[in-house]
């Protein structure tokens, strides 16, 4: 299955957990190139967890996670440079550092990878900025910026050595609908227009049918995948009742 | 034709300058964050002098080109290698064209021109000082604030929250009891080492065991004791109430209708007062048994130290090294509590308030040792 080479990311058999606590047991799937992979599922189900593990910041409890074949949480020194250089990850409060201003937030894997002059840093740095429409906000510190603003600067960071997969955890989450919105769009142009691949943990609905091709929804009782396949679709055919109510949005 | 420009095996590029001064850029291979650094210098270097009036870049033919291959199209593309000359990217897919698009020379020169403002030497005296005067206002206001607040407990014991007193005193107390133990013992046992030598040369030795029971009791047991409060927990204060302020918890609590001051600080500030007299008895004994083993080293019979250092104190001096003690202990607690409530915004200011809490207490503690030896001074 892995070796295929449209399947970016597989995860096989894996148990994660913390201590001795098992959030998700055994599972499986794979996230194609070039599509938006969505996260779905109750709070406290394993969402942001699960993400954490797929980016190799927490040790699997058993199974492996490939990224384009390779396993990042085995690597180590300059393959899993390499590994991580495939994928920039936009974090729920977007973890802009507090002593940059936006533009050297943007430009610092620039100055710390790559051997370009400061002309040319500055350029793409800004020119990222303009792609998530901040350009006007490159001087201001993240602490004066609002939270969507600080969203898409944490994007215009994450993308600015051309990963081509994005890990998003809760971009919409303490959005109004408006800036919500933009953000979405913004998924699908980078999405569609540059061929990025996207995984993205949310729960906002409107999102959700908006940008995602594929979901898959976890189910904290049983700690497993409950639904696989694209969100319009499950909301009428998934087998669960409950995940048909949750993409409904009706009581239980 | 002029011969082809190898650069790097992964990037080529055929440059052939017509008559008029028309010229064609040719780009090859994989135009990338690796091999851009080095084209741009080359490209620069070879286009720069040409008198080139026209460039027409062809970028069609490259394998690949990601944001930094798109920075140097960009770059030649304004014509600032060929300075006069109007020049024009063609060759670029959709995608491409699109990133190139988000490329401004108006965003660049804007930031080139961002100059943060730097104030002037006056303007910076004006607001340290407006800054000082707010803080003193602040410590006032905070310091009648807790007075009442613990007048009003000492009326009405049941408001206060026991509970809360007692964590303290044993956060703060008890388990602060080894570590000011260890170090008042060997501060002990350092003043009578060295006062040794200069009495041994008068014959007066005997008379370390008066120092070391004056200085333990007057000066060094309240002050140790205190700067290991601030040390210790003051900070711990600080860093608290920083957080709770960063994570709005006082905002919670104010939108309850209960005060900050009340509700966490009072009872800070009453462990700080009933803690350090303590914590000073307790750093006295330990400074004094610091100093007897020197003392018996000496050859001076245990007898003989114990009923020296009883001969050489009197209440009042462990009267005014208590009250001191009661002092400082207030300052420690109510200064360090005062600055976890004036933390700020941003990552750092949790540390900032720890820091300001500590360094403000050692001051206060010292300045305010030197008004009481002062005042004793002149008072006898």
């Known amino acids: ?252 | 034709m002029p011969p082809s420009d190898i650069v790097s095996p992964d990037v080529q590029w055929d440059l052939s300058v017509g008559p008029g001064g028309a010229a064609t850029l040719v780009l090859r291979g994989h135009l990338d964050t690796n091999t851009t650094p080095g084209a741009w210098v080359a490209l620069d270097k070879e286009l720069r002098g040409r008198g080139i009036s026209r460039l027409e870049i062809e970028a069609g033919k490259l394998a690949s080109c990601d944001s930094a291959g798109l920075a140097l199209l960009y770059e030649l593309g304004t014509g600032s290698m060929t300075p006069g000359a109007t020049a024009r990217v063609t060759g670029l897919g959709p995608e491409l064209q699109h990133l190139l698009r988000s490329f401004s020379t108006e965003d660049y020169q804007a930031l080139q021109a961002h100059d943060p403002i730097h104030p002037t030497f006056i303007e910076e005296v004006g607001a340290k000082t407006h800054a000082w005067l707010g803080d003193l206002r602040q410590q006032v206001e905070f310091i009648g604030e807790v007075t009442a607040d613990l007048v009003v407990s000492f009326f009405y014991p049941r408001r206060m929250r026991w509970r809360e007193v007692f964590r303290v005193f044993e956060n703060a107390g008890v388990n602060a009891l080894p570590i000011v133990a260890l170090l008042t013992f060997l501060v002990g046992m350092v003043i009578a080492f060295e006062a040794a030598q200069p009495l041994e040369q008068l014959g007066a030795q005997i008379f370390v065991a008066n120092l070391l029971g004056l200085t333990m009791t007057k000066e060094l047991g309240p002050v140790m004791a205190s700067i290991m409060l601030a040390g210790r927990s003051g900070s711990a204060f600080a860093a608290e109430l920083g957080t709770m302020k960063v994570n709005e918890e006082l905002n919670a609590l104010q939108t309850m209708g209960l005060s900050p001051v009340q509700f966490l600080i009072v009872q800070r500030v009453l462990a700080g007062i009933l803690l350090t007299p303590v914590l000073t008895v307790f750093a006295i004994y330990s400074g004094i048994f610091g100093g007897i083993p020197v003392l018996l080293g000496l050859g001076f019979p245990l007898k003989m130290v114990l009923e020296q250092i009883e001969a050489g104190l009197s209440y009042s001096d462990l009267a005014e090294g208590m009250f001191k003690s009661v002092v400082f202990g207030g300052i420690v607690a109510s200064v360090s509590c005062l600055r976890g409530l004036q933390t700020g915004e941003g990552p750092r200011a949790v540390g900032d308030s720890t820091t300001r809490s500590v360094v403000s207490s050692i001051l206060l503690i010292i300045l305010t040792d030197a008004i009481f030896a002062a005042l004793t001074y002149a008072m006898k």
Not at chain 1, 40 to 54: E, Q, R
Not at chain 1, 186 to 213: N, P, R, W
């Open chain 1, 1 to 252: 299955m892995s070796d295929d080479p449209a399947h970016l990311i597989v995860a096989r058999d894996l148990t994660i957990g913390y201590g001795n606590r098992i959030v998700l047991d055994r599972v499986n799937f794979t996230v194609r190139r070039g599509e938006v992979f969505t996260i779905l599922g109750a709070s406290g189900s394993g969402k942001s967890t699960l993400l954490k593990h797929l980016i190799g910041l927490y040790r699997p409890v058993s199974g492996e996670v490939l990224i384009s074949g390779e396993n990042l949480v085995e690597a180590d020194g300059a393959d899993r440079l390499r590994i991580l250089r495939k994928f920039g990850v936009l974090y729920q409060g977007a973890a802009l550092f507090g002593s940059m201003n936006t533009v050297e937030n943007v430009r610092l894997p620039l100055d710390e990878f790559t051997e370009l002059s400061e002309v040319a840093k500055d350029l793409i740095a800004l020119s990222k900025l303009r792609l998530v429409g901040l350009e006007s906000a490159a001087t201001r510190m993240p602490a004066d910026l609002s939270g969507g603003m600080q969203k898409r600067a944490g994007i215009a960071r994450a993308i600015v050595l051309d990963p081509c997969i994005l890990f998003l955890d809760e971009p919409s989450a303490g959005l109004d609908p408006i800036t919500s919105a933009d953000l979405d769009a913004l998924i699908k142009e980078l999405a569609h227009g540059l061929g990025m691949t996207f995984v993205v943990v949310t729960h906002e609905l409107a999102s959700i049918f908006t940008i995602a091709d594929r979901a898959i929804v976890l189910d904290p009782h049983t700690r497993s995948i409950v639904a696989e396949g694209p969100p319009a679709y499950l909301r009428e055919h998934a087998t669960q009742p409950w995940v048909r109510q949750f993409l409904n949005r009706q009581t239980s």
